[in-house]
């Protein structure tokens, strides 16, 4: 019985007496005890906070739970705990001792109903009140599905909390939800059980020492980094987490949640903000880091589909199958493997690329985060000749390497052409390495190398942490989501992309490998065909369609040909335009369609003539120009800040004058009409780009407009059926002055209005787009396989 190990162990003078007990007890209930994170880490964890605590003023009891019934549950436990092992530097004859205590002092409880809870807070109570301990509080570890965490709170609420005056701290585990909803979900729920002090989201990762030392180090460091921590120095930050293991018998897991869901929203993510984040005043104010974190979440610039690239190991597929039960043509399309590019628009950090990366089934196992520093140096002498501390042209970097790989250990690594930096000689030695290991292709003499003084497992740190009530390494409510609300919207855009699969391990050779692109990732290297495994048509399949829509010339192809091909089109008309008048007045529409157009633009034709184009907006949403629903700032994103067009030749709508949006008495409509008839000979495009919407809209032209669909107004007001409601809109009979109209559909979405506007004739006020139809110029549309056929 616990109360007997309790008495032997306070005997044996590992825990202070009763009465010398100013500081309580501490019940520690782990739930999920015989699970495979409690097996791995947790009793390790909670051991070695015995050895650190035993003897610091509180005496403890260890309750390990699951739905185990109690004979099995007790077994399974004990076989786990009898394996615990002891620090090197422990020595053997008190570790044999505190270990044999730890095992006394643990019990196996079957916690199932309400009727288990109510028994093991009798039990604690009871306990304390034989001993004569006062509580000091309880410790609720849940290593347990979060689709369980609800009822398990309130169970512990209604029925175990600890009395007044003692504290309760519950852990919790990821994943927290799978999306911004279900986190918020969750979220409401947990805070109808407990407060968010009473919470800690443990992040393991937030344990690792070379992760948990970069806020120190850049505090410590001020003095060097405060010149050359900012885009004026800084090339480019690399954060990697690299695993040889697949997911073999955890697909269950990996089907609902993928790479990026597993490792890059919270993992990489926690590092990122560590490296851009603004530095607090007290790094060690829990309060004041998450605000500094929050506020570097709003300056991340949002993620689209062309900000990843998605692998998946070929075996992953059949593993899937067999474990789950699915049927032989099932096809995943859930990564195993990604790299995101990532930018943030604050001051400090405008145009540098952040690459967070990690996967399964790769070539080594290993963790880093990586600065790399611009080197602007050359140097004419040999490099043999010259000293690595005083070379300007070699490597400049700052590397917390996290563990594994050639070091094997947790580590901070700085180019000795940096500085030498300032690390606690509590916690950090000097470390000597042998001199044949290289990182980065750098030998090791090129860095100084700090190693911890002793290497601790990352659930030992944040189990410690928790027993001393400090949050500062724990994912709060808010920190939560931030981060989903950053890659919600990716994880939506991705969702049923199929990743190019790879091999796995060394076989990967060159094909993961990816560049940067006009803002964006892409692969490097073209998938191999033997990989492929989708039966269904691929582009080189099918000849572009080049036929009649509407008596009008119809393109079509797949997606990503017919883009390509949108795109040729338009330079095209752009250069014979310039030849024959000296300037290209092109208008473009909003929406997400041309969102791929104006990446491919940017990417691929650095012939067009951009220094001789006027853009204009066909339609804009009544939002500043700075809100990323304005098709301005989708624009400017995706095209303007990649090519160059004259600034004078940018003519965004005026949608917001006089601190106001959209309000008639502005003129902004009569303005932007104005604006066009000075500059646009007869108020004529050159051509213009339209979409077309599920309701048969264009522009923003709605059905059953009261403006816009005709009359001598060439710029106009109108409503849109969804948020924000408010538009501005170049008039129809305005299009239709344009020399060429191309329109552009494209996806699933659209095949049923598509297939709709092919039989209709003119009736714009019920299908605006049935409306197009240039007086004296072309109209040319452009759809793709999936919107024409369905």
Not at 132 to 140: H, S
């Amino acid at each position: 019985m616990l109360r007997t190990a309790v008495c032997a162990v306070l005997f044996l003078g590992a825990l202070p007496s009763p009465a010398a007990t100013s500081q309580g007890h501490v019940s520690v209930i782990l739930l999920g005890a015989t699970g495979d994170l409690a097996r791995k880490y947790l009793w390790q964890g909670l051991f070695q906070l015995y050895l650190d605590h035993a003897s610091g003023g509180h005496s403890f009891t260890f309750h390990g739970a699951a739905l185990t019934a109690p004979e099995r549950g007790q077994r399974l436990m004990f076989d786990v705990l009898k394996k615990l092992s002891c620090p090197p530097d422990e020595p053997p004859d008190r570790c044999a001792v505190l270990k044999d205590q730890f095992l006394r002092l643990s019990q196996y409880h079957q916690l199932n109903t309400a009727e288990n809870y109510t028994a093991l807070n009798t039990e604690i109570e009871m306990l304390l009140r034989q001993e004569g301990l006062k509580e000091a509080g309880r410790i609720f570890y849940f290593s347990v599905p979060p689709f369980a965490y609800t009822d398990i709170a309130r169970h512990i609420n209604s029925s175990c909390r600890p009395p007044p005056g003692a504290w309760l701290r519950v852990v919790l585990e990821k994943p927290f939800g799978h999306d911004l909803e279900s986190a918020r979900e969750l979220a409401a729920e947990l805070a109808g059980f407990f407060r968010e002090e009473e919470m800690y989201r443990v992040d393991h990762y937030l344990g690792k020492q070379a992760i948990a030392h970069i806020l120190p180090f850049r505090d410590q460091n001020r003095q060097f980094l405060d010149p050359i921590w900012n885009r004026h120095h800084v090339e480019r930050v690399e954060i990697v987490l690299k695993e040889t293991v697949d997911a073999k018998g955890r697909t269950s897991f990996y089907e609902q949640y993928g790479v990026i869901r597993d490792v890059l929203q919270n993992h990489l993510t926690e590092a990122l903000l560590f490296l851009t984040m603004e530095l607090p005043g007290n790094v060690s104010s829990a309060g004041e880091v998450l605000q500094r974190k929050l506020q570097g979440f709003q300056s991340l610039r949002g993620l689209g589909k062309g900000s990843a690239v998605l692998g998946q190991y070929a075996a992953y597929g059949g593993q899937v199958r067999e474990e789950l039960q699915r049927a032989q043509g099932y096809v995943s399309t859930t990564p195993t493997f990604a790299g995101v590019l990532i930018h943030s628009d604050s001051l400090r950090w405008e145009g540098v690329p952040f690459l967070l990366t990690s996967g399964k089934a790769l070539d080594e196992r290993v963790g880093y985060v990586r600065v790399l520093f611009k080197n602007r140096a050359y140097c004419p002498q040999s490099g043999t000749l010259r000293d690595a501390g005083s070379s300007q042209c070699k490597a400049k970097q700052i590397i917390f390497y996290i563990g594994h790989g050639a070091l094997n250990t947790p580590a901070v690594l700085v180019s000795r052409n940096l500085f030498k930096p300032v690390m606690p000689a509590s916690s950090w030695k000097e470390a000597a390495f042998q001199p044949e290991l290289h990182v980065f292709g750098q030998p090791l003499s090129d860095y100084y190398v700090y190693s911890p003084m002793r290497e601790r497992d990352a659930y030992s740190v944040l189990i410690s942490s928790i027993y001393h009530g400090r949050k500062d390494f724990f994912i709060t409510t808010e920190n939560l989501l931030a981060s989903w609300e950053f890659w919600t919207p990716l994880l939506d855009s991705i969702s049923h992309q199929s990743p190019r699969l790879y091999p796995g391990g060394v076989e990967n050779q060159h094909l993961l490998d990816f560049e940067m692109v006009g803002g964006e990732l892409a692969f490097a290297l073209a998938e191999p065909i033997e990989l492929l495994q989708p039966k269904a048509p691929t582009p080189s399949d099918y000849k572009t369609i080049q036929a009649k829509y509407r008596q009008s010339p119809l393109v079509s192809a797949w997606a990503e040909e017919l883009v390509s091909q949108l795109a040729s089109d338009m330079e095209r008309a752009a250069s014979s335009a310039v030849a024959r008048a000296g300037h290209f007045h092109l208008a473009l529409s909003g929406g997400s369609s041309p969102v791929v157009l104006f990446q491919q633009l940017a990417r691929h034709h650095y012939a067009f003539p951009w220094r001789y184009t006027h853009i204009w907006l066909v339609d804009e949403r009544c939002v500043p120009l700075a809100d990323p629903e304005s098709n301005f700032f989708s624009l400017h994103d995706h095209l303007l800040q990649s090519v160059r067009v004259p600034y004078f030749n940018i003519h965004p709508m005026p949608v917001h004058l006089n601190q106001r949006l959209c309000v008639e008495e502005d003129r902004g409509t009569e303005l932007y009409a104005k604006e066009i008839a000075a500059l646009v000979a007869n108020a004529s495009f050159d051509l213009v780009l339209l979409g077309m919407g599920a309701d048969g809209h264009t522009a923003s032209l709605f059905p059953h407009s009261e403006n816009g669909l005709e009359g001598a107004q060439t710029v106009v007001l109108t409503e849109s059926p969804v948020k924000p409601h408010q538009r501005m809109s170049l008039s129809l009979p305005l299009i239709n002055r344009a020399r060429k109209v191309f329109v552009l559909v494209l996806g699933k979405g659209k095949h049923n209005i598509t297939s709709l506007i092919s039989r209709v004739g003119h009736e714009p006020r019920k299908w605006p787009i049935s409306g197009v139809s240039p007086s004296s110029g072309r109209l040319v549309w452009y759809v793709d396989y999936e919107a024409l056929l369905g």
